[in-house]
């Protein structure tokens, strides 16, 4: 049976309120106020709990990947709420291409539209490989670079905060501080200001400083680092709002920057036609845009370290970090982005790692848990505890296994030079289950 709903229009812009799920907040706070300086009415959800995965496992099969099931389940929910006018409201949803399954999210999407009575819903699809030409959502070079400023400043906001929130003399400090900011980027944006490359470079340093200003006291803590797949990486949903759990914990968190998955996806451009063959206009025109992108990120950087916060290296310096321990053809799951990221946290100061992955996603475990061993022997003080999300997994047992690695870094951080490396959050709970044989 073919499951349909309308393709979205470019007629629909102006009618249509779009609403979009939520994954990286203030990158999507801000990405939406790029969206309705081009004329977009759009609403980031915000609908979390139990209940939304379970409006998914109603209408998706639990052997799709989690992330599609919250998504599925995040807009059901929120269509069943009342709050919108359903004669003028459609979806957006990302579609990645490529051997990911969530090249058929919108197909799922559309499946479980019907199934639900709101066959009349457009889906949008917002993708970069050619996917759903006919419901693409039109995209302009203004709002592609809107974006673009968008998520750079999201994730420089949302690492300053990360770094001053646990330090703060005055809680609520941090937060007042970012929402101050992107009140302002907002702004920025919707006017069409300050969203070009020498723009951004500009303001870096007025961002940064206006953060060294919060009065802060010091003191060590356990730093933590968070990878895994793109969706329960950064969302509340689907991590089950790990950041928060974290700094509940006593600990800094930090997820590296949204942006370094855009130039993972622009370098691996690139790196097809290196391994495989095809356009070598492609591959310049990659090279010219993530050189582009990359500058940027430099600049931003190197704001945060004139102010006394840490920022990771230039990607071209992260693609070098898998180097003998997994090919940069390796591209399925978050690929070798994944472990590149875990050794940049290891080597910038973050050895405790919270590897966030879908129990369904074998490519993101292959990369993620797979090379953990690895990472171990270059780097024996990582502290890396694989953690699975998924509908059946309860969040009790995943907060429990992530403080076992917190007893771990807490071990370390008091007695550093108690033993050359940390026991890992499996052997202090005593280690994997052992098969016993009886000889007769």
């Known amino acids: 049976m073919e499951y349909m709903t309308p393709n979205f229009t470019k007629d629909m812009v102006k009618t249509h309120k779009i609403l979009i799920p939520n994954m990286a907040v203030t990158q999507f706070r801000l990405m939406q106020a790029a969206m309705a ?113 968008a998520i750079f400043y999201g994730d420089m906001l949302a690492a300053l905060r990360s770094q001053t929130h646990p330090y703060e003399n005055h809680k609520g400090d941090a937060d007042a501080m970012t929402e101050k900011w992107i009140a302002r980027i907002q702004d ?32 060590p803590k356990v730093k933590v ?47 097809d036609v290196d391994l495989y063959g095809g356009n070598k206009l492609v591959a310049g025109g990659a090279d010219a845009l993530l050189g582009w992108l990359d500058s940027i990120g430099v600049a931003s950087y190197e704001a945060m370290r004139k102010y006394g916060f840490y920022a990771p290296g230039s990607f071209r310096e992260l693609m070098k970090k898998p180097e003998g321990i997994i090919s940069l053809g390796a591209k399925m799951g978050e690929g070798w982005l994944l472990t590149a990221e875990m050794i940049e946290l290891v080597e910038g100061g973050y050895g405790n790692i919270v590897c966030a992955q879908p129990f369904g996603c074998l490519p993101n475990h292959i990369v993620g848990k797979g090379m953990i061993n690895k990472i171990r022997a270059l780097h024996p003080d990582a502290n890396i505890t694989p953690v699975d999300y998924d509908p059946s997994a309860t969040r009790v047992n995943q907060e429990n296994r992530i403080k076992l690695m917190l007893a771990v870094a807490r071990e370390k951080l008091e007695h550093p030079d108690a033993a050359p490396a940390p026991m890992t959050a499996e052997e202090l709970a005593g280690g994997a289950p052992q098969l016993q044989t009886t000889v007769q």
């Not at 069409?192 to 951004?200: E, G």
Request: hydrophobic share 40%.
């Open 37 to 149: 300086s081009e004329g977009y009415q759009t609403e980031v959800l915000g609908n979390c709990g139990s209940e939304v995965a379970q409006l998914g496992l109603k209408y998706v099969h639990n052997d799709t990947c989690y992330p599609a099931l919250l998504v599925i389940g995040q807009f059901l929910d929120a269509l069943n709420s009342g709050k919108y006018d359903l004669e003028h409201t459609a979806l957006l949803i990302t579609q990645t291409g490529g051997g990911c399954r969530a090249s058929n999210y919108i197909k799922l999407l559309r499946k479980a539209l019907v199934k639900a009575g709101y066959g009349n819903i457009p889906v949008a699809s917002l993708n970069f490989s050619g996917l759903e030409k006919d419901s693409g959502l039109p995209l302009t070079i203004p709002l592609l670079r809107k974006v673009i400023a």
């Open 188 to 219: 920025w944006i919707r006017n069409n200001r300050n969203y070009s490359a020498r723009d951004m470079k500009k303001r870096f340093p007025e961002i940064a400083a206006d953060y060294a200003t919060i009065p802060v006291t010091r003191v």
């Open 225 to 271: 680092g968070v990878v895994g797949e793109i969706y329960v990486k950064y969302s509340p949903l689907g991590n089950n709002d790990l950041e928060k759990f974290l700094e509940s914990q006593d600990c800094e968190a930090n997820l590296p920057g949204l942006m370094g998955f855009v130039e993972y996806c622009v370098a691996n451009s690139r790196l």
